[in-house]
């Protein structure tokens, strides 16, 4: 399941060799929220650690990335880790789809028959039911 995000940079870390097949690099990703301000971490693996290469703090880019989620058995409690998995890193400004063509706007026309409008429906007592979902 993807998601996009666009913030700010607010820390690049080193990339982490956690072990001989693993690789991690993580980001902190400053986002407004209103008036609450969100610093999201993410982290990028593998071969996807050179996808911060490119940026620097303090830039906009827009992230997309999988909600990932495990369960890790310690002395038999089990604690549960959630992360955001970067796939796509751009600048916030190439993320951001194209305005469409403005269209002409056409003024509606109006009947040219005298055709009165539909009665309305009619009000209460008229539930054949009596089972209204409300």
Request: proline letters at 10%; charged letters at 25%; glycine letters at 8%.
């Amino acid at each position: 399941m993807a998601f996009e995000v666009v913030g700010k940079v607010e820390k690049i870390m080193d990339t982490q060799q956690v072990s001989d097949r693993f690789k991690k690099r993580e980001f902190v990703l400053l986002i407004q929220d209103g008036s609450y301000p969100q610093y999201i971490k993410f982290q990028a693996t593998q071969d996807r650690c050179t996808l911060l290469d490119g940026f620097n703090e303090g830039d906009d880019i827009a992230v997309t990335f999988d909600l990932k989620g495990r369960p890790f058995d310690k002395g038999g409690e089990t604690i549960y880790f959630t992360n955001l998995e970067a796939w796509r890193i751009q600048a916030a400004a190439a993320a951001q789809p194209q305005a469409a063509p403005q269209q002409a706007y056409a003024a509606p026309t109006q009947q040219t028959t005298n055709t009165p409008p539909p009665p309305p429906p009619p009000v209460g007592g008229d539930d054949i039911d009596g089972d209204l979902p409300f």
